[in-house]
Every structure is written in structure tokens, then in C-alpha cells.
């Protein structure tokens, strides 16, 4: 089987699961701490790894892209790409690798590293 194969069978079994479980609206909605986040610093990650160009983002002045989606709100979402519980371990792995988590997506791989993950991912689940 192939890697994108098994990524999206994986990706259906968690909706599936959350499903079955008849999860209420808040058990859906994201967690707000990501282990040894920084939201501050979540803020600097994304300027340099230059998210604005692409999204909308509170708290980043410059961010006023209209490539991808305004991430108003964002925490209050319950998926992230239409595809994936919003949920911390869930985002980093967006955050770091789009690609390898949704293959085909318009987002790239820019590199970002664990600890700029987690504190993007910090500073998103602000966003309510």
C-alpha cells in the first residue's frame, strides 16, 4: 500500500472514530495548551517563516494573505484542512510537514521545526 494510501485511510479512521463516538460541539473543539508552546514566540515563527504571504493571522500585522484561509478563529474549528481533528499533535504534524499529512495540498513544507511548530500551534489556539 502507499504512503498517501495509508495517510488518508488513517485520516478516515480518526473522522470515522470521532464519529462514532458522537463527540459533543466542546469535546470537538481544540485543545488550548500545546506542550511547550509559546504563543509569543508562535508569533516570531510565523514571521519568519512568512505565514502572512498566504493566510489572514490575528496578531501578526503584516499577515494579509488571501492564498489560503483566513485562520480567524481558528480554535474554534474542528478540523484543520477540512481533514484532520484540531487537536495539538495533530497541527504540529500540519505545521511541520503539510504535505506528507495531506499530499496535494497547496500549503508547502517551509521547514519549520518542532519547537516552531508547537509554538504556531500556541499562538493558533488563541484564536477563538
Do not use: K
Not at 38 to 43: E, K, L, P, Y
Not at 63 to 77: E, I, K, N, Q, W
Not at 108 to 126: E, K
Amino acid at each position: 500500500m502507499s504512503a498517501p494510501t495509508v495517510r488518508h485511510r488513517l485520516a478516515a479512521a480518526l473522522l470515522a472514530g470521532a464519529l462514532a463516538l458522537g463527540c459533543s460541539d466542546s469535546e470537538r473543539l481544540p485543545h488550548s495548551a500545546v506542550p511547550d508552546g509559546d504563543a509569543r514566540r508562535g508569533i516570531a515563527a510565523m514571521r519568519r517563516h512568512g505565514c502572512g504571504g498566504c493566510h489572514v493571522i490575528p496578531g501578526v500585522a503584516e499577515a494579509r494573505g488571501r492564498v489560503g484561509p483566513s485562520l480567524v478563529g481558528f480554535a474554534s474549528r474542528p478540523y484543520i484542512a477540512g481533514a484532520l481533528p484540531n487537536r495539538p499533535l495533530e497541527l504540529v504534524a500540519w505545521i511541520r510537514d503539510p504535505q506528507a499529512v495531506h499530499p496535494g495540498t497547496i500549503m508547502p513544507r517551509l521547514g519549520v521545526s518542532a519547537t516552531d511548530a508547537r509554538d504556531i500551534a500556541a499562538h493558533l489556539y488563541r484564536l477563538r
